[in-house]
Each structure stands twice: as C-alpha cells, then as structure tokens.
C-alpha cells in the first residue's frame, strides 16, 4: 500500500471512529435515561415520517408510539411492574419492535426467544427467564403448546391475532386485550430509580454447542449497539434499511434498530431471509442499507444470479454493516452486488468487547492500532490450545501476543458502560467468563472465546472459536481456517469443520461436512484440500449433508455433527475416508470403520 492510500485509510478509519465515539459518549450506567427515553426522542423528533415496514404495511414513528404505548398500558393493567419478565416468543413482524419498546417503559424486560426453538430448548429459555407471561402468535403457538406443561412457572399467555371466539382459559387474544387500552405514554414515574445499568432485554445465546444462555442485557448495553450504530451507519431521515436477521438476535434487533429508528430512518422487516428475493426487495423497496450476518452473505454468493441481473447490482445501495463475513465471501460479495461500503463489527452480546473495520480492510473484523491502544477494550493473550487455557509467565500472569500470534481476545471489566460485563442470568455461568490476575494481581477481564491475530497495522483478524481448534500429529488445526479453504472447492457451497476422536491416535482429526451444489466431485475436493492444506490440516473425513438443521441465525448446530461422528450406522449421508496414502478419498464402511477402531487403518 503506497503512502497515498495509507493516508486516506487511516483519515476514513479516525473519521468514522470518531464519530462512533461521539454517538456513544453520552452512554452511562448510572444515567436514568433509558432505552425507551432513546426512542421516544426520536418519535418526537420524526413522528410523521415511517418508521417500520412489513409485508405492505407501515407504521410512521407516531403510530409505533402509540402501539408501544398501548403495551406499556396494558403491562399496567396485569399488574406487571419494574423488574419483572415477559417472554417474547414471536417471529420477525410489525409488531415485534413495539413490544418490547413498550414494555420497556414500564421497566420490564423483555426475554427474546428464538422463534425457531421447540421442545427442551425453548422451555429452557422461558425458564431461566423467570417469566409468567408470554406473548406469542399462531405461528409460534403449536411450539409453545407442546411444552406449556414442563414451565417451571404457570403462564399467562397472549396470542397476537387470536380471535375472541377462540380465546380459551389459558390462551387469550393479546389484539383484543389492546383494544381501547390507553395510547397515552406512561408516565415516567412508574420507572423512576431505575438506572441504565438495570436490565431491559435478555438475548440468548444461539445455543450450537448446548442450551441457549440468557445474556442480560442492560439499557446502558442496548444504548451503546443502538448508539454506535446510529453512528457508523450514516443513516439519515431518508434513508432505509433493510432487515432481514431475526429480531430476537442483537445484530438485527439492537444494530439494525438503532441505526434506522435513532436517526429518523425507515427499517423494511422482513419475516424471513430468502436469497431469491434478498436483492429484488433491496431495489424495488429502494433500500440503501442493509444489515448482515455473515452465513447470510455466503447464502447470497452461492446463490444463482438473480431472475432479473439488475436486481443485483442497480439497486440504491450504500451501505452494509455487520459481522462474521469471512475473507473469501468479502470480496466477491463487495464486487459481485456492487456494495459501495462494508463496515463489519465484532462483539458478543454479553461482553464488553467490540471492533470496527472502518476502512473496508478485506477479512479483518476491526482495527485496534497502537497509537490508540488505550481507546479500545481488547487485549490478545498468548493460549494453550491443548489445556484451552491462555499461557501464564514464570510471575503467574498473563503474556501479550506480539503481532502475528494467534491468542484470546479479553477485555478489561470495569465500571463504565463500555468496559461492564454484564453476563448471563445464570451467575455460575457468568463468572466463567472472567479471568482473573491476567497483566496484574486483583485485575478482571472477559474472556471472549475467540481466537485471534493482529497485525502491525493494529488490523485483527479472527481465526477461531476456542473447543474450534484442535491439534492433529502434533500441530494446531484452526476449522476456521480449513473451512474457508473447503469452501473455495468447486461445487462447495458451505463447509463445516470441526475434530472428531480416532481411536489410537492423540488429538482429534480433522471431518467437514459439506454443502455441495453443481460442480462438485470428491476427487476434485481431494485435490483441492491436497493442493492447499498441510498434511496435519486435510480433513481426515468427509460427510456430504442432504440436510443440515441451523439455528435462526443460519449457524451450523456443529455438537450435533460432532457427536455423528463417522460412524456409517449412525450417520446416513455419504461418507468419505482420506485413503492411506493421502492421495484421495474413498467411502467409508463399516469395514473401514471396524479398521479404524483396531488401530490398523494409518491416518
């Protein structure tokens, strides 16, 4: 990079930075400014403009309040009170954001449940979310039948758009119970003493490898993602931002919302993400932003060209902001859609550690130079993958990464806004992400999770979750890594990668499970992992999913593979063992299999 394009990276990145840094100044944990407070301001500010958009119809600012309005009123006339829960178990619609908004200004939290979950998982989370009243639709009614028996806690339950005539004594209609309610808003009173540091969400955890956890989410926490990205989004009253991550999920709920409502914009809901007609809703809804996860973008550029090309490329764009897109779908997805602008965030909903890549740097999900070192909450650690424990010196402490070095990225806890951990519901899963007595004696860090570099130019890049990354013959296999290079074959449309146990050997070997489309051969998979990978890196196994279940936020549920495993009489799909002699794969048997138990088959 010559000396020209340095200079106008690095004028973008402070730009931005600080204009991310004066959205969220004002944020503080002891403030009595809420959440609600937030949003209600910019009611005021833009009451005649649209605010939400779903399926045809629209709702202006005015008529969002007047809905949250009457939730709040009607919160009031069943005894609800600041402190306590309701759980939210609905898909993507209208009136999604004026629920929670309305409950909270009445200073009650709102569980956010995946409206994907059924069975042992969902009664878990309503559970843990102490709740006694849901609120549910016809859509996710059936689900929450079936476990309404196993609740911990007796529910009040409420059916959007349930006829009067089909109220029973446990379920009633929550659209008739709105009707004449009061669309005056409460009055400020009722939350008086409640601080920013007290909860007004809980979001749970996607729950690939175990139950879902509820992170609590505080309203000092949602005015940070909503402020921040009011900020780095540069959205405007005319702007218009399109949705299609589920609302349960802080990235479509808290960034997205914040983004289009705090700056008087317009955000399209959709019900569902569809690839087919992702682009054809962005152009002919004459959206400028959208927000994404990163599986959402793979989705889009595996997807065929749409029916009408223009869709893709002659749309009113300006802006995608999001995390998780990988380095091998950035640039496709940049040059393919014609995205003018990609601002990708890291941040785990209940941390305190967060990132920006202000400048468009490909793969990198922020940047941290060293000359603002103090101005972001993030540290690299050196870890042992092995013991899954950061490396501590002769003295006890923790050791920094040097750039370049793989470590765990942590964040120093504090008191502020930006540095409180806020945690779980659960306390003992909590304090499981604290370190303690990492640079001195008596300090307390986050532990993220994730594995990490950076580089010289303070540009970090992730590599990996912890448990992700394995070591086979002695070396460490990052499934990060080896995916992103399984997804480049031909005919591979997602590659999944995790370390499967093989008897008689140390470690774990390498198994994806692919997603393949026209193109794909196993022999041309084979050369490519060949021609690519080190030996130690090849997968070992390879599993051709027909089907693959994910969570709402289009994540692999990875425990689910791994417990399969490459046993052809519990798995159904195709099977593949790299031969022998590294030069392909064949299909795994049960012969094989009985080979590989009794030590005789080499890897």
């Known amino acids: 990079m010559n000396l020209i394009d340095r200079a106008r990276r690095e004028f973008i990145f402070l730009k931005r930075l600080l204009r991310l840094l004066q959205n969220i100044r004002e944020v503080d944990s002891k403030s009595p400014v809420l959440v609600c407070d937030d949003l209600e301001a910019s009611v005021d500010r833009h009451a005649a403009r649209i605010a939400l958009m779903f399926e045809g119809k629209t709702l202006t600012y005015s008529e969002m309040d007047v809905m949250a309005n009457r939730v709040a009123n009607w919160g009031l006339s069943r005894g609800l009170k600041p402190g306590d829960t309701v759980a939210v178990f609905l898909p993507n619609r209208m009136e999604y954001i004026p629920i929670w908004y309305g409950l909270s200004k009445i200073g009650v939290i709102a569980a956010l449940i995946n409206n994907a979950l059924t069975g042992q998982g969902l009664a878990h989370c309503i559970n843990i979310s102490t709740a006694s009243l849901s609120i549910v639709d016809p859509a996710t009614l059936p689900a929450f039948a079936e476990i309404e028996a196993s609740l911990t806690r007796r529910q009040e339950v409420f059916v959007l758009d349930l006829a009067q005539s089909d109220e029973t004594d ?145 749309h009113r764009l300006k802006v995608a902001f999001g995390n998780g897109m990988r380095p091998e779908v950035w640039t496709e997805f940049k040059s393919r ?148 290079c399984c997804a480049r074959a031909e005919g591979v449309d997602e590659a999944i990668v995790y370390g499967v146990p093989v008897p008689h050997y140390d470690g774990k070997a390498g198994m994806v499970s692919l997603i393949t489309g026209e193109g794909f051969s196993i022999e041309a998979f084979a050369q490519h992992v060949n021609s690519h990978l080190p030996v130690y890196a090849r997968p070992r196994f390879v599993r051709l999913l027909q089907n693959a279940e994910t969570t709402g936020t289009f994540k692999y549920k990875k425990m689910d593979l791994v417990v399969a495993g490459f046993d052809p009489g519990k798995v159904s799909d195709p099977l593949y063992v790299m031969k022998t002699d590294d030069s392909g794969y064949k299909p795994m048997t049960a012969e094989c299999l009985n080979l590989i138990n009794s030590g005789q088959y080499r890897m």
């Open 337 to 484: 859609f014609k995205v003018p602008v990609i601002i990708e965030f890291y941040g785990s909903t209940e941390g305190n550690v967060s990132l920006f890549n202000f400048d468009g740097q490909p793969g990198a999900i922020g940047r941290a130079p060293a000359y603002l070192r103090n101005a972001f909450n993030i540290r690299l650690v050196q870890f042992d993958v092995e013991s899954e424990t950061p490396v501590r010196g002769a003295n006890g402490l923790c050791i920094e990464c040097k750039p370049g070095e793989v470590g765990e990225a942590i964040g120093a806890i504090g008191t502020d806004a930006r540095h409180f951990y806020t945690g779980y519901a659960d306390k003992a899963a909590s304090e499981k992400k604290v370190m303690r007595d990492v640079f001195k004696t008596g300090d307390a860090w986050f532990r993220s999770g994730d594995l990490m570099k950076m580089d010289k130019d303070g540009y970090i890049y992730f590599v990996d979750r912890i448990g992700d990354t394995f070591r086979f013959k002695g070396e460490n296999v990052s499934t990060s890594e080896v995916s992103e």
């Open 170 to 314: 446990y379920h009633h209609s929550l659209t008739q119970a709105l009707k004449g309610v009061s669309t005056v808003r409460p009055d400020r009173k009722i939350r008086q003493g409640m601080v920013a540091h007290d909860a007004a969400l809980y979001i749970y955890t996607s729950g690939t490898t175990g139950l879902p956890k509820a992170a609590k989410i505080t309203h000092a926490r949602a005015q940070l993602y909503m402020k921040a990205f009011r900020g780095v989004s540069h959205m405007s009253e005319e702007d218009r931002l399109y949705n299609a991550l589920p609302l349960y999920h802080s990235t479509g709920g808290l960034c997205g919302v914040g983004a289009a409502l705090l700056n008087g914009g317009s955000m399209v809901i959709k019900r569902k993400f569809s690839a087919s007609a992702f682009w054809p809703d962005v152009r002919s809804l004459n959206c400028t932003h959208i927000v994404y996860i990163g599986e959402l973008c793979r989705y889009l550029v595996n997807a065929p060209v749409a029916a009408n090309p223009d869709d893709e490329t002659k």
